[in-house]
């Protein structure tokens, strides 16, 4: 029962700080403070999303008896990468990636074992558990969503 209240928690955590950061970049894109083809908050939604999205691979893949998801580069290459991946692609569709990404990374991480498995490893070796993976993107959400609250 302890783990379910823990993963609840979590998720529920998760849930609310990518909601609010997603609130605050759809906003500025509505009010037109986002531009396309400038370093900025629309690059910073892109981050947040590939690492959503990465943090949903690896759980997903150790939650079904595979490998942590391994990134190969450093993590300010991945940073860069991800805009690149969604090149074209406006705040609106950027968000309902995000909300695809963070609900599949709840279903996995609910059908995880143990939260303290090792679900990514990054470019420099380091290992991330689950929790750890989880804990900072509502770390990286909350930080997205107090900075463009006074823009």
């Not at 928690?9 to 500025?28: D, K, N, Y």
């Amino acid at each position: 029962m302890a783990a379910n209240q823990s993963i609840d928690v979590c998720m529920t955590g998760l849930e609310q700080s990518v909601e609010a950061g997603l609130e605050h970049f759809s906003r500025l894109w509505d009010e037109g403070k986002i531009k396309m083809g400038k370093w900025g908050h629309r690059e910073t939604l892109c981050e947040r999303l590939w690492w959503t999205q990465a943090t949903a691979d690896g759980i997903e893949a150790v939650a079904s008896g595979g490998a942590p998801y391994r990134i190969y580069a450093s993590d300010a290459e991945m940073d860069s990468r991800a805009v690149g991946r969604v090149a074209g692609q406006f705040v609106p569709q950027l968000a309902d990636k995000a909300r695809e990404a963070r609900a599949r990374l709840e279903t996995a991480a609910r059908k995880l074992s143990d939260l303290n498995a090792t679900v990514l490893i990054h470019g420099d070796g380091t290992e991330d558990s689950a929790q750890t993976c989880i804990d900072r993107l509502t770390e990286q959400w909350n930080a997205s969503a107090a900075e463009l609250q006074g823009v």
